[in-house]
């Protein structure tokens, strides 16, 4: 369990149970002191269809906000109620929503129906999803089509095809994350919908779309297998969720309380590393390379996709460095001299396959936009969770903000400017938010100065004028003109 932030999942990310994040308010961008709103309910529904945020109150409100937060964190004792409740009263919605918005997760248990009326649907649908009611068992038919499936299977037949041991890795409000040890290891990432609290079918539908077409892309979790299953959960699964809160406490309720004709959806992923918010930085090579391969990844997106995560806080995105038995065919390639060439007590030669052997992946596209090559229709999250827009004490919370007023709420177009914004968090995150060692000779100065550089070049306006979009001044609209830029820029 993470010792600060709970950043996975809706409904989760808006907690901090950091009391240092208050703490270090001072040291945190301009965004993070300006942008706050004094929106009401009412004021929701009467501009609904204006998409516009107030913007005004200044940062000693928003401290005080802040500490009321505090106080209203959970208590061990309460720890139970609050698994119930699941939402963080205490937050006010800070940004007007569309009037066609939708409610988050109201349905009903007898809402979703398991009977299939339609075995495949047109691309189209989608864009019907996002705006018109469907029924959830078209919805449902639909899913089943995405899947292969003409039927939910067994929850316990499914979790028994696996013969390998299952740990419990992660979990998020409305997901539960387990790995599969085999030689490659698999990760399950089971997240129950279609009933009230839960996520809805269509969000299902999105997240399974994006996964699956940005599976080949570099950077980008590889999904093996997506399968609809239905019933209880299996023990073996309770046994290491007993474990798992044993051993660091979970904030999700016991998961033995679902019904037989409870469906889930369970996303078979590659198994990418530690998160980000894990994983301790060893030098300034492997944090210019986490932030350049973050970039790297998200302009391929855009390329290919029109893809905007909308989503990539730290816990978002996972690091594998390559173990020893893999860099030794790097090793053998390289004299000995190179390794003496050094007056440091680290060889450079030596540093540079560190960060060489980096790996990220960008997982959940919970909140994501992408459209497929040669369709009209966007894939997108409509963020009509008001909560969202409405957490404290973290660059990333923010950013929800930032990327209101730069889409306006227009969540189906695209706008590649909301990755600058998640990567000018990034750059954050690594310079102000990891513990990462003095540059120990020029060149890791030279990388940390270029992050430092970068951090200012990408920086939100301080203060938008009204209608004006934060990142107006931002000399890249795109992570793929950041991209090039870099790759002009510095030819190593
Ligand atoms: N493919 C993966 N490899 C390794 N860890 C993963 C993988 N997918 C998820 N996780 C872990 O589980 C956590 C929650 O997964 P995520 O997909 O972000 O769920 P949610 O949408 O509920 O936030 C991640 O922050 C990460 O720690
Ligand atoms: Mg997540």
Not at 11 to 32: C, F, H, M, T
Not at 97 to 115: L, W, Y
Not at 235 to 260: C, G, V
Not at 329 to 346: H, I, M, P, R
């Amino acid at each position: 369990m993470s010792s600060g932030m709970r950043t996975y999942g809706t409904g989760r990310r808006y907690v901090s149970k950091d009391n240092a994040i208050w703490a270090s308010l001072d040291e945190s961008p301009q965004a993070l002191h300006i942008l706050d709103t004094n929106v009401t309910n009412n004021e929701l529904n009467k501009h609904a269809s204006s998409f516009s945020i107030e913007i005004g109150k200044k940062a000693s409100c928003v401290k005080k906000s802040e500490d009321e937060s505090v106080k209203l964190l959970p208590k061990a004792a309460d720890k139970t109620e609050e698994r119930h409740k699941k939402s963080n009263s205490h937050l006010v919605p800070t940004i007007i929503v569309p009037s066609h918005g939708r409610n988050i997760a109201k349905t009903s248990d007898s809402d979703v129906n398991t009977s299939i009326t339609e075995s495949k649907m047109t691309e189209n649908l989608n864009a019907g999803l996002q705006n018109r009611p469907q029924r959830k068992s078209t919805q449902l038919s639909y899913l089943l089509g995405l899947v292969d499936q003409q039927i939910p299977i067994s929850f316990r037949d499914y979790i028994k095809t696996f013969k390998s041991s299952i740990y419990k890795i992660g979990e998020a409000s409305y997901s539960e994350v387990f790995k599969v040890e085999k030689d490659e290891p698999i990760v399950l990432k089971i997240m129950p919908f279609g009933k009230e609290n839960q996520i809805r079918c269509s969000d299902i539908i999105n997240e399974l779309k994006i996964t699956k077409r940005l599976s080949s892309l570099e950077g980008y979790v590889d999904l093996q297998e997506a399968v609809i299953v239905k019933g209880t959960y299996p023990s073996i699964l309770i046994k290491e969720w007993d474990r798992y809160d044993r051993q660091k406490e979970s904030e999700n309720e016991r998961p033995d309380f679902f019904h037989s004709s409870q469906l889930f959806c369970i996303l078979c992923l590659s198994h990418g590393g530690t998160d980000l918010e894990h994983l301790e930085l060893s030098d300034w090579f492997e944090t210019w390379n986490i932030f350049l391969k973050a970039a790297k990844a998200l302009a391929t997106g855009e390329r290919k996709f029109e893809f905007e995560h909308r989503d990539m806080h730290w816990g978002n995105i996972l690091i594998k460095r390559r173990n020893d038995e893999d860099l030794s065919y790097l090793l053998d390639e390289v004299s000995f001299d190179e390794f003496e060439d050094s007056n440091t007590s680290f060889p450079v030669s030596e540093r540079s396959f560190t960060a060489d052997s980096l790996e990220i992946t960008l997982i959940d596209f919970t909140l994501a936009r992408m459209r497929h090559t040669g369709s009209s229709s966007p894939i997108f999250n409509e963020f009509d969770d008001p909560e969202l827009f409405s957490g404290r004490g973290d660059y990333q919370f923010d950013i929800y903000r930032l990327m209101a007023k730069v889409t306006k709420g227009q969540w189906g177009e695209y706008f590649p400017k909301t990755n600058i914004l998640w990567l000018h968090y990034l750059l954050y995150q690594l310079l102000y938010k990891k513990t990462i060692p003095k540059p120990r000779d020029l060149r890791e100065q030279q990388l940390k100065e270029r992050l430092t550089k970068l951090f200012k070049l990408l920086e939100p306006v301080r203060r938008p004028h009204k209608g004006s979009c934060p990142l107006q001044n931002c000399a890249f609209p795109s992570a793929a003109s950041l991209d090039e830029w870099i790759n002009q820029q510095y030819d190593d």
